[in-house]
C-alpha cells in the first residue's frame, strides 16, 4: 500500500507560478511511475505530467514548456514546478503513483488562477 500526499496548491494570478509536492509512503520500492492528473468542473480528470522510473517524463500539450515535473527519489516525492499559469489551468490536482500492477491516488488539491 502507498499513501500519497499533496501539498502546494492555491490561488495566484495569471502568469504567476505554484510548486506542487506530492510525498509518498509506505511501500514505495514498488512505484514505478508518479505524476499529475487534473480535473476541473464537469471535466474529465486529465493527465499533466509524468515521470517513469530510469528518468523519462511525459506533459499534456497544454503545459509543455510551461510546467515541470521531478522528482527526489531519496525523499519519495513527486514536484510539479508550474510557471506562466493561466486560468485554464484551474483544477484540482491530484498526483498518483502506480507500480506492480496496482495505482493510488493523493487526495488532490486546489489550485486556483484569476486572471
Known amino acids: 500500500q502507498v499513501h500519497l500526499v499533496e501539498s502546494g496548491g492555491g490561488l495566484v494570478q495569471a502568469g504567476g507560478s505554484l510548486r506542487l509536492s506530492c510525498a509518498a509512503s509506505?511501500?514505495?520500492?514498488?512505484?514505478?511511475?508518479m505524476g499529475w492528473y487534473r480535473q476541473a468542473p464537469g471535466k474529465q480528470r486529465e493527465l499533466v505530467a509524468t515521470?517513469?522510473?530510469?528518468?523519462?517524463?511525459d506533459y499534456a500539450d497544454s503545459v509543455k514548456g510551461r510546467f515541470t515535473i521531478s522528482r527526489d527519489n531519496a525523499k519519495n516525492t513527486v514536484y510539479l514546478q508550474m510557471n506562466s499559469l493561466k486560468p485554464e489551468d484551474s483544477a484540482v490536482y491530484y498526483c498518483y503513483a502506480s507500480g506492480m500492477g496496482f495505482g493510488y491516488w493523493g487526495q488532490g488539491t486546489q489550485v486556483t488562477v484569476s486572471s
Open positions: 515521470s517513469v522510473s530510469g528518468g523519462s517524463t
Open positions: 509506505g511501500s514505495t520500492f514498488s512505484i514505478n511511475a
